[in-house]
């Protein structure tokens, strides 16, 4: 699987930004989808996730009532939408296929490259 992600930039804060995802190469709807951030210096940071339906979500805490995701399976694509972003949102953040049920902050089986969220004060 082959994960493209994008949307990344330069945001005040306050602002949004709409992320993507593209998978290929695998059944895009029957996977968990999730998405990470990781700044220098710190551990990866699991932020979102959405199941194969769509039909649940989950969020760190940091930025429930803030970000949403959603999914659209005809499209392959994951989209997280972040709003009211704040200074320490920044960081790169990357999307992940969960092929297996459980805990849906770990256990990720392939990984997209990273795309930079910046946020500016």
């Known amino acids: 699987v082959q994960l493209q992600a994008s949307g990344g930039g330069l945001v005040q804060a306050g602002g949004s930004l709409r992320l993507s995802c593209v998978a290929s190469?695998?059944?895009?709807?029957?996977?968990?989808m999730g998405w990470f951030r990781q700044t220098p210096g710190k551990e990866r940071e699991f932020v979102a996730a959405?199941?194969?339906?769509?039909?649940?979500?989950y969020f760190v805490d940091s930025v429930k009532g803030r970000f949403t995701i959603s999914r659209d399976n005809a499209k392959n694509t994951v989209y997280p939408l972040m709003n009211s972003l704040k200074p320490e949102d920044t960081a790169v953040y990357c999307c992940?296929?969960?092929?297996?049920?459980?805990?849906?902050?770990?256990?990720?089986?392939?990984w997209g490259q990273g795309t930079q969220v910046t946020v500016s004060s």
């Open positions: 992940a296929v969960k092929r297996s049920t459980g805990v849906v902050r770990e256990g990720y089986d392939y």
């Open positions: 190469g695998g059944t895009f709807s029957r996977y968990v």
């Open positions: 959405i199941t194969y339906n769509g039909g649940s979500t």
